[in-house]
């Protein structure tokens, strides 16, 4: 469970690292991903990822969204056409990092591309999805 503990934390304080950067590239599509928040305030923390990086290191783009009458949307732009995960999580108090409970499960809501029911940290293999060169609209759950 700590080991858990640890990956969400790494995971999801590194949204805050990349969020602020933009590609300079035009090259690519877009993803817009519209997300249902119970509840008010705070801000939801988006990272785009590749295999390699998801539920390991920094993601390949990050976005930052405040809530506003429960919902809350992300773009992602410049985005090559490949396989991809996003994980999000709801900053309900605006500390920039996923809090936890004692016991390591997390606090703060969160959801992946798919949104896949299931127990632990999400899976690649349930979160992927192809990106062409069409725009991509989809909506994940908390």
Not at 29 to 54: C, D, K, M, Q, R
Not at 71 to 83: C, I, L, M
Not at 102 to 122: D, H, T
């Amino acid at each position: 469970m700590k080991n858990v503990l640890i990956a969400f934390t790494l995971l999801f304080s590194s949204f805050l690292v990349t969020a602020q950067k933009k590609s300079n590239d035009t090259k690519g599509t877009t993803i817009t991903v519209t997300i249902p928040v119970p509840g008010h305030g705070g801000s939801l923390i988006a990272g785009l990822y590749n295999e390699e990086t998801f539920m390991k290191a920094a993601p390949l783009q990050g976005q930052e969204s405040d809530v506003n009458e429960g919902y809350a949307s992300v773009t992602f732009t410049n985005v090559a056409p490949g396989t991809y995960a996003i994980s999000l999580y709801h900053d309900k108090n605006g500390n920039k990092i996923m809090d936890f409970e004692p016991n390591g499960m997390p606090k703060e809501m969160y959801g992946v591309s798919n949104n896949p029911m299931s127990y632990g940290p999400p899976q690649w293999n349930e979160a992927k999805f192809e990106v062409g060169t069409e725009p991509i609209v989809m909506q994940i759950r908390l």
